[in-house]
C-alpha cells in the first residue's frame, strides 16, 4: 500500500511543479474574502443562543433513533445481555433531554 500511494502521488506532485505557474507576489490573493467580495463590518457576531435547547433536543432525538432503531431490528438476535449497554446508552439520551428541558425552562422559551 505504501509502495502504491508513493508511486501514484509522486509523479502527481512532480507534474504539479513542472506545469503550475512561477509564483509572482500579488497582494490581493492574501487579502480575506466573502464569496468573492471585499468583507464588510466585523469578522465576529454575537449569535443567539434562545433556540439552543431546541437543537440540543434535536441531536439527542437524532442519535437515539438511530441507534434504537438499530437494536430493535436486532433485538431478537442478540444476547440478554446486550440490554445493558442500552439501559445505560438511554439513560445518558434521556439525561441529555433532561438537561434540554432544563435550559428550555431556565431562559424562558417555554
Not at 507576489?25 to 468583507?39: A, D, S, T
Request: charge should be positive; glycine fraction near 10%; hydrophobic fraction near 55%.
Amino acid at each position: 500500500m505504501l509502495g502504491f500511494g508513493l508511486l501514484a502521488s509522486v509523479p502527481a506532485l512532480i507534474l504539479s511543479r513542472l506545469v503550475s505557474p512561477r509564483r509572482r507576489y500579488n497582494p490581493v490573493k492574501f487579502l480575506p474574502m466573502e464569496c468573492g467580495q471585499m468583507p464588510t463590518g466585523e469578522g465576529r457576531s454575537h449569535f443567539m443562543m434562545q433556540y439552543y435547547a431546541y437543537i440540543l433536543m434535536f441531536v439527542v432525538f437524532d442519535v437515539m433513533s438511530i441507534f434504537l432503531y438499530a437494536w430493535g431490528t436486532a433485538l431478537f438476535n442478540i444476547p440478554r445481555t446486550a440490554t445493558l449497554p442500552i439501559i445505560a446508552f438511554l439513560g445518558i439520551m434521556f439525561a441529555a433531554m433532561g438537561y434540554a428541558l432544563y435550559l428550555a425552562g431556565k431562559k424562558g422559551i417555554w
